[in-house]
């Protein structure tokens, strides 16, 4: 990716599983003008599926311009970039096969133009896990396929009003959980984190918090060995260099008591002890952004939510944060290298 960003980056925005609430909240967020001013976005796509949504969502009037490819672009306009040229029928609700192949060629195209320089933030609507599975995509989620694109070792982090949290593991069983945390990769998700708050937020000296694995952080061992064994040792490795790294803190009270405000960042140990959390206390400022890749990628903290998907219902939000925090983080990184 150029590091050469322009005054209104060009946003690659994939569609995720078109017979969810994806289009609508591309409709909803691009239909405010003023966003015109600070990016210039590209859905990849398919003008005919919007046709249809803007005939379900009322009052979400956008004028799309329609490329063939990402030269085509027109700054001042909506793009949407032609990924397919089939005319599939929606189905709002109800994940298909047809919805699951766009998904991932929408993705596959957007981020191959981000990764090649031609656009500048990848913005990724919700997609279905199973559903977009296939012999290109055997993956968890869009983390863990950015980072093989991308070639590097990822970190999803929540960023929110409130706070900051990232997972040492994400995507997978909670049985596998334990014996996944090796010191190797705790330690390299906090390094990971550390250097997102410098270079993606601008923090200096970040003061980190870790969170233990067990009920109580293990409770000297005595509901768990891992804290001692290495979560603690890891942690005064961190402090012996110099590094502002806290705990580990049993997860229930440190949300519980507003112990977060303190973090300029969070290490939680799994998903849903980071996400709980989380999504509790910053749901609508909550963004999804992969870190540790040498692209920009953020996406809402939710799913499809097929049960609102055509009836208007969806709430634009987090998505439209999305788009803001990665501008924001595109500016800090322009800013530290220059």
């Not at 994806?22 to 691009?30: A, R, S």
């Not at 990764?115 to 609507?125: E, P």
């Not at 519980?256 to 980071?274: C, E, K, L, P």
Request: hydrophobic share 40%.
């Amino acid at each position: 990716m150029s590091a050469l960003i322009p005054e209104k980056p060009i946003v690659a925005v994939s569609i995720g599983d078109f017979n969810g609430i994806g289009p609508e909240l591309i409709l909803k967020t691009f239909s405010d003008p003023r966003i015109l001013k600070i990016c210039t976005p590209v859905i990849y796509g398919n003008f005919k599926i919007f046709a249809r949504y803007k005939k379900l969502i009322t009052h979400e009037e956008v004028s799309f311009h329609s490329i063939k490819s990402i030269e085509e672009v027109h700054a001042k306009k909506v793009n949407i970039r032609t990924c397919w040229d089939n005319d599939y029928e929606i189905n709002p609700g109800t994940p298909t096969a047809d919805s699951g192949k766009c998904a991932f060629i929408s993705l596959e195209q957007a981020t191959k133009d981000t990764i090649a320089g031609k656009t500048h933030l990848l913005l990724t609507a919700p997609l279905d896990k199973k559903n977009i599975q296939n012999d290109s995509f055997r993956f968890p989620g869009h983390t863990e396929y950015l980072a093989a694109q991308c070639g590097k070792e990822p970190l999803m982090l929540m960023t929110g009003n409130s706070m900051r949290i990232c997972m040492v593991t994400a995507h997978v069983p909670l049985r596998k959980v334990a014996e996944m945390l090796t010191p190797e990769l705790i330690k390299t998700k906090i390094k990971l984190l550390q250097q997102s708050l410098q270079s993606d937020f601008g923090i200096k000296k970040p003061k980190i918090a870790v969170l233990g694995l067990n009920p109580h952080a293990g409770e000297k061992g005595l509901l768990g060995e891992e804290e001692e064994k290495i979560i603690v040792p890891l942690i005064a490795e961190f402090k012996e260099k110099g590094s502002l790294v806290q705990g580990p803190f049993a997860a229930d009270g440190f949300f519980a008591a507003g112990t977060y405000r303190n973090f300029d960042g969070v290490v939680a140990m799994y998903h849903d002890q980071g996400l709980i959390g989380f999504k509790t206390i910053d749901f609508q400022s909550g963004v999804n952004y992969t870190a540790g890749l040498p692209i920009v990628r953020t996406s809402p903290d939710h799913g499809t939510a097929y049960d609102l998907a055509g009836k208007s219902l969806a709430d634009e939000s987090s998505f439209r944060e999305a788009l803001y925090r990665g501008l924001d983080i595109l500016k800090n990184r322009q800013e530290i290298k220059a």
